[in-house]
Protein backbone atom coordinates (compact mmCIF):
# COMPACT_ATOMS: atom_id res chain seq x y z
CA UNK A 1 0.00 0.00 0.00
CA UNK A 2 2.64 2.55 0.78
CA UNK A 3 4.60 1.58 -2.42
CA UNK A 4 1.09 2.49 -4.02
CA UNK A 5 0.67 5.53 -2.51
CA UNK A 6 4.91 6.46 -2.96
CA UNK A 7 4.01 6.26 -6.57
CA UNK A 8 1.48 8.19 -6.70
CA UNK A 9 2.71 11.06 -4.82
CA UNK A 10 5.78 11.27 -7.66
CA UNK A 11 2.57 11.04 -10.11
CA UNK A 12 1.24 14.21 -8.12
CA UNK A 13 4.58 15.96 -8.24
CA UNK A 14 5.96 15.24 -11.75
CA UNK A 15 3.17 15.79 -13.38
CA UNK A 16 3.14 19.51 -12.60
CA UNK A 17 6.90 19.96 -12.89
CA UNK A 18 6.49 18.38 -16.38
CA UNK A 19 3.43 20.57 -17.28
CA UNK A 20 5.55 23.78 -16.33
CA UNK A 21 8.77 22.97 -18.52
CA UNK A 22 6.94 22.46 -20.92
CA UNK A 23 4.83 25.88 -20.57
CA UNK A 24 8.28 27.71 -19.58
CA UNK A 25 9.70 26.03 -23.18
CA UNK A 26 6.83 27.08 -25.49
CA UNK A 27 7.26 30.80 -23.94
CA UNK A 28 10.87 30.72 -24.93
CA UNK A 29 10.58 29.36 -28.03
CA UNK A 30 7.35 32.30 -28.90
CA UNK A 31 10.05 34.78 -27.49
CA UNK A 32 12.47 33.39 -29.91
CA UNK A 33 10.11 33.85 -32.77
CA UNK A 34 10.30 30.16 -32.93
CA UNK A 35 6.71 30.21 -35.82
CA UNK A 36 8.54 32.90 -37.42
CA UNK A 37 12.38 31.06 -37.45
CA UNK A 38 10.46 27.77 -38.32
CA UNK A 39 8.63 29.34 -41.64
CA UNK A 40 12.03 30.64 -42.70
CA UNK A 41 13.97 26.86 -42.16
CA UNK A 42 10.29 24.82 -43.74
CA UNK A 43 11.25 27.81 -47.10
CA UNK A 44 14.83 26.88 -47.14
CA UNK A 45 14.38 22.84 -47.25
CA UNK A 46 11.79 23.80 -49.54
CA UNK A 47 14.56 25.50 -52.20
CA UNK A 48 17.10 23.09 -51.01
CA UNK A 49 15.29 19.24 -51.14
CA UNK A 50 14.78 18.89 -54.75
CA UNK A 51 18.25 20.18 -55.80
CA UNK A 52 19.58 18.10 -53.16
CA UNK A 53 18.39 14.86 -53.88
CA UNK A 54 18.47 15.57 -57.33
CA UNK A 55 22.17 16.00 -56.71
CA UNK A 56 22.84 12.81 -54.61
CA UNK A 57 20.70 10.98 -57.19
CA UNK A 58 23.18 12.37 -59.92
CA UNK A 59 26.20 10.82 -57.93
CA UNK A 60 25.13 7.85 -56.43
CA UNK A 61 23.81 6.29 -59.56
CA UNK A 62 27.30 5.85 -60.89
CA UNK A 63 27.72 3.17 -58.15
CA UNK A 64 24.14 1.93 -57.58
CA UNK A 65 21.12 0.95 -59.83
CA UNK A 66 18.94 4.56 -60.66
CA UNK A 67 15.79 2.57 -60.02
CA UNK A 68 16.61 1.16 -56.60
CA UNK A 69 17.87 4.14 -55.62
CA UNK A 70 14.51 5.87 -57.02
CA UNK A 71 12.87 3.48 -54.84
CA UNK A 72 14.64 4.34 -51.48
CA UNK A 73 14.80 8.05 -52.02
CA UNK A 74 10.66 8.04 -52.45
CA UNK A 75 10.79 6.83 -49.20
CA UNK A 76 12.34 9.19 -47.81
CA UNK A 77 10.96 11.94 -49.87
CA UNK A 78 7.33 10.48 -47.81
CA UNK A 79 9.46 11.40 -44.32
CA UNK A 80 9.19 14.87 -45.47
CA UNK A 81 6.37 15.76 -47.12
CA UNK A 82 3.51 12.87 -46.50
CA UNK A 83 1.23 13.73 -48.86
CA UNK A 84 2.89 15.23 -51.76
CA UNK A 85 6.16 13.55 -51.88
CA UNK A 86 5.58 11.89 -55.24
CA UNK A 87 5.57 16.11 -56.32
CA UNK A 88 9.26 16.15 -55.11
CA UNK A 89 9.92 12.83 -57.03
CA UNK A 90 9.05 14.02 -60.17
CA UNK A 91 11.16 17.26 -60.20
CA UNK A 92 14.16 15.50 -59.46
CA UNK A 93 13.22 12.62 -61.95
CA UNK A 94 13.14 15.82 -64.47
CA UNK A 95 16.50 16.76 -63.08
CA UNK A 96 17.73 13.65 -63.82
CA UNK A 97 17.21 13.30 -67.17
CA UNK A 98 18.64 16.39 -68.18
CA UNK A 99 21.97 15.64 -65.92
CA UNK A 100 23.94 15.24 -69.50
CA UNK A 101 23.20 18.56 -69.76
CA UNK A 102 23.68 19.98 -65.93
CA UNK A 103 27.31 20.32 -66.52
CA UNK A 104 30.06 21.28 -63.85
CA UNK A 105 28.72 24.61 -63.24
CA UNK A 106 25.07 23.33 -62.83
CA UNK A 107 27.06 20.77 -60.25
CA UNK A 108 28.08 23.60 -58.39
CA UNK A 109 24.34 25.79 -58.28
CA UNK A 110 22.66 22.69 -57.24
CA UNK A 111 25.29 22.79 -54.36
CA UNK A 112 24.46 26.23 -53.33
CA UNK A 113 21.20 25.53 -53.80
CA UNK A 114 21.10 22.13 -51.67
CA UNK A 115 23.28 24.08 -48.69
CA UNK A 116 20.66 26.98 -48.38
CA UNK A 117 18.20 24.74 -45.18
CA UNK A 118 21.40 23.77 -43.03
CA UNK A 119 22.70 27.29 -43.46
CA UNK A 120 19.31 28.97 -42.03
CA UNK A 121 19.14 26.43 -39.62
CA UNK A 122 22.30 27.33 -38.18
CA UNK A 123 21.16 31.12 -37.90
CA UNK A 124 17.96 29.57 -36.14
CA UNK A 125 19.60 27.35 -33.89
CA UNK A 126 21.83 30.62 -33.26
CA UNK A 127 18.72 32.65 -32.08
CA UNK A 128 17.70 29.66 -30.10
CA UNK A 129 20.21 28.85 -28.29
CA UNK A 130 20.90 33.16 -27.89
CA UNK A 131 24.13 33.32 -30.09
CA UNK A 132 24.46 36.50 -31.32
CA UNK A 133 26.96 35.51 -33.85
CA UNK A 134 26.14 32.16 -35.23
CA UNK A 135 30.08 31.67 -36.17
CA UNK A 136 31.60 32.87 -32.86
CA UNK A 137 34.19 30.42 -31.65
CA UNK A 138 34.05 28.64 -34.84
CA UNK A 139 36.26 28.85 -37.95
CA UNK A 140 34.74 30.09 -41.17
CA UNK A 141 35.67 26.97 -42.67
CA UNK A 142 34.10 24.65 -40.43
CA UNK A 143 30.94 27.19 -40.84
CA UNK A 144 31.00 27.04 -44.50
CA UNK A 145 31.50 22.99 -44.78
CA UNK A 146 29.25 22.05 -42.25
CA UNK A 147 26.62 21.96 -44.83
CA UNK A 148 28.59 19.86 -46.98
CA UNK A 149 29.81 17.47 -44.16
CA UNK A 150 25.55 16.43 -43.60
CA UNK A 151 25.08 16.32 -47.52
CA UNK A 152 27.72 13.33 -47.43
CA UNK A 153 26.16 11.91 -44.64
CA UNK A 154 23.29 12.02 -46.23
CA UNK A 155 24.58 10.47 -49.38
CA UNK A 156 26.42 8.18 -47.47
CA UNK A 157 23.29 6.79 -45.67
CA UNK A 158 21.31 6.62 -48.66
CA UNK A 159 23.94 4.68 -50.60
CA UNK A 160 24.07 2.23 -47.85
CA UNK A 161 20.03 1.82 -48.00
CA UNK A 162 20.08 1.34 -51.50
CA UNK A 163 23.02 -1.35 -51.22
CA UNK A 164 20.98 -2.82 -48.47
CA UNK A 165 17.92 -2.76 -50.64
CA UNK A 166 20.04 -4.17 -53.76
CA UNK A 167 21.61 -6.81 -51.90
CA UNK A 168 18.44 -8.07 -50.74
CA UNK A 169 16.86 -8.47 -54.06
CA UNK A 170 20.22 -10.34 -55.17
CA UNK A 171 19.59 -12.99 -51.98
CA UNK A 172 16.03 -13.33 -53.60
CA UNK A 173 16.67 -13.62 -56.94
CA UNK A 174 19.56 -16.17 -55.93
CA UNK A 175 17.31 -18.18 -53.42
CA UNK A 176 14.20 -18.18 -56.60
CA UNK A 177 17.13 -19.90 -58.85
CA UNK A 178 17.88 -22.46 -56.16
CA UNK A 179 14.07 -23.39 -54.19
CA UNK A 180 11.54 -21.97 -57.12
CA UNK A 181 10.17 -19.77 -55.24
CA UNK A 182 10.16 -16.37 -53.42
CA UNK A 183 11.74 -16.08 -49.57
CA UNK A 184 9.15 -15.38 -47.23
CA UNK A 185 10.21 -11.79 -47.00
CA UNK A 186 11.48 -10.82 -50.44
CA UNK A 187 13.69 -7.46 -50.48
CA UNK A 188 13.58 -4.80 -48.16
CA UNK A 189 9.72 -4.23 -47.37
CA UNK A 190 8.06 -1.13 -47.22
CA UNK A 191 7.83 -1.02 -43.39
CA UNK A 192 11.24 -2.20 -42.81
CA UNK A 193 12.13 1.01 -45.07
CA UNK A 194 9.93 2.81 -43.29
CA UNK A 195 11.69 2.08 -39.89
CA UNK A 196 15.59 2.45 -41.80
CA UNK A 197 13.91 6.23 -42.55
CA UNK A 198 12.78 7.04 -39.02
CA UNK A 199 16.46 5.86 -37.90
CA UNK A 200 18.02 8.09 -40.20
CA UNK A 201 15.85 11.19 -39.51
CA UNK A 202 16.29 10.59 -35.75
CA UNK A 203 20.59 10.06 -36.37
CA UNK A 204 20.16 13.59 -38.71
CA UNK A 205 18.06 15.25 -35.72
CA UNK A 206 20.53 14.21 -33.04
CA UNK A 207 23.63 15.58 -35.27
CA UNK A 208 21.82 18.94 -35.88
CA UNK A 209 21.31 19.29 -32.22
CA UNK A 210 25.26 18.36 -31.89
CA UNK A 211 27.00 19.93 -34.36
CA UNK A 212 25.40 22.84 -35.24
CA UNK A 213 24.86 25.12 -32.24
CA UNK A 214 27.65 26.93 -31.55
CA UNK A 215 27.80 26.10 -27.91
CA UNK A 216 28.67 22.89 -26.53
CA UNK A 217 25.74 20.38 -26.39
CA UNK A 218 26.19 17.06 -24.59
CA UNK A 219 25.83 13.94 -26.61
CA UNK A 220 22.69 12.74 -24.42
CA UNK A 221 20.64 15.36 -24.49
CA UNK A 222 21.35 16.02 -28.29
CA UNK A 223 20.29 12.05 -28.80
CA UNK A 224 17.31 12.25 -26.35
CA UNK A 225 16.29 15.14 -28.36
CA UNK A 226 16.40 13.61 -31.74
CA UNK A 227 14.96 10.52 -30.72
CA UNK A 228 11.67 12.79 -28.82
CA UNK A 229 11.72 15.26 -31.91
CA UNK A 230 11.54 12.11 -34.73
CA UNK A 231 9.49 10.50 -32.64
CA UNK A 232 7.06 13.18 -32.55
CA UNK A 233 7.11 13.90 -36.62
CA UNK A 234 6.19 10.22 -37.22
CA UNK A 235 3.48 10.43 -35.64
CA UNK A 236 2.94 13.94 -36.94
CA UNK A 237 3.29 12.87 -40.66
CA UNK A 238 0.47 10.62 -40.21
CA UNK A 239 -1.86 12.57 -39.25
CA UNK A 240 -0.35 15.08 -41.91
CA UNK A 241 -1.32 12.34 -44.55
CA UNK A 242 -4.53 11.18 -42.77
CA UNK A 243 -5.75 14.99 -43.04
CA UNK A 244 -4.59 15.81 -45.96
CA UNK A 245 -6.09 12.66 -47.50
CA UNK A 246 -9.60 13.07 -45.70
CA UNK A 247 -10.63 16.52 -44.71
CA UNK A 248 -8.15 18.84 -46.03
CA UNK A 249 -9.96 22.13 -48.74
CA UNK A 250 -6.43 22.71 -49.60
CA UNK A 251 -7.32 21.71 -53.66
CA UNK A 252 -10.45 24.13 -52.93
CA UNK A 253 -8.89 27.08 -51.81
CA UNK A 254 -5.66 27.27 -53.30
CA UNK A 255 -6.08 25.32 -56.86
CA UNK A 256 -3.19 24.01 -58.76
CA UNK A 257 -1.00 25.98 -55.83
CA UNK A 258 -1.90 23.52 -53.37
CA UNK A 259 0.50 20.57 -53.68
CA UNK A 260 3.04 23.23 -53.10
CA UNK A 261 0.98 24.75 -50.28
CA UNK A 262 0.85 21.11 -48.59
CA UNK A 263 4.56 20.34 -49.10
CA UNK A 264 5.35 23.94 -47.76
CA UNK A 265 3.17 23.20 -44.44
CA UNK A 266 4.31 19.79 -44.33
CA UNK A 267 8.08 21.21 -44.12
CA UNK A 268 7.23 24.08 -41.71
CA UNK A 269 5.15 21.62 -39.17
CA UNK A 270 8.48 19.48 -39.34
CA UNK A 271 10.81 22.65 -38.74
CA UNK A 272 8.69 23.70 -35.54
CA UNK A 273 9.18 20.28 -34.40
CA UNK A 274 12.90 20.47 -34.77
CA UNK A 275 12.76 23.86 -33.22
CA UNK A 276 10.99 22.90 -30.30
CA UNK A 277 13.18 20.08 -29.44
CA UNK A 278 16.59 22.43 -29.93
CA UNK A 279 14.65 24.84 -27.54
CA UNK A 280 13.91 22.12 -25.09
CA UNK A 281 17.64 21.02 -25.03
CA UNK A 282 18.29 25.13 -24.82
CA UNK A 283 16.20 25.66 -21.51
CA UNK A 284 17.84 22.06 -19.93
CA UNK A 285 21.41 23.36 -20.75
CA UNK A 286 20.71 26.65 -19.12
CA UNK A 287 19.76 25.09 -15.96
CA UNK A 288 22.44 22.39 -16.32
CA UNK A 289 25.04 25.24 -16.29
CA UNK A 290 23.52 27.26 -13.34
CA UNK A 291 23.61 23.74 -11.63
CA UNK A 292 19.58 24.02 -10.79
CA UNK A 293 17.36 20.82 -11.62
CA UNK A 294 15.43 20.69 -15.20
CA UNK A 295 12.09 21.58 -13.61
CA UNK A 296 12.55 24.91 -11.83
CA UNK A 297 12.61 28.23 -13.75
CA UNK A 298 16.10 29.91 -13.23
CA UNK A 299 14.18 33.70 -14.07
CA UNK A 300 11.54 32.94 -11.24
CA UNK A 301 14.53 31.52 -8.73
CA UNK A 302 16.45 35.13 -9.69
CA UNK A 303 13.26 37.37 -8.85
CA UNK A 304 12.84 35.14 -5.33
CA UNK A 305 16.20 35.53 -4.01
CA UNK A 306 15.72 39.24 -4.90
CA UNK A 307 12.88 39.62 -3.23
Known sequence: ?????????????????????????????????????????GYNILLSIVPLFALLTVL????????????VLSVQALHLAPAHAELLMDA???LLDSRDAIGLFGI?????FSSFAFRMLEDALAIIFHTPDPHKGRSIWVSVLLPYAFMVVLGTGLMALTLLATLAEAINALWLAVVGRNMPFAGLSVPLLNLFSFLGVFILFSAIYKVLPVVKIA????????????????????????????????????????????VLLSLEVGAIILLLGAQVIAELEYNARRGLPWHLDPRREAVTHVD
Open 1 to 41: MSRVRTKRNVVFVLLPQMGGFLWRVLCAFLRNRGILLAGGV
Open 60 to 71: LTQVVHEQMLLD
Open 92 to 94: VRA
Open 108 to 112: LVLLL
Open 219 to 262: LRRAVVGGFVAALLWEGVRLLLVYYFVNFSYVNIVYGSLAALVV
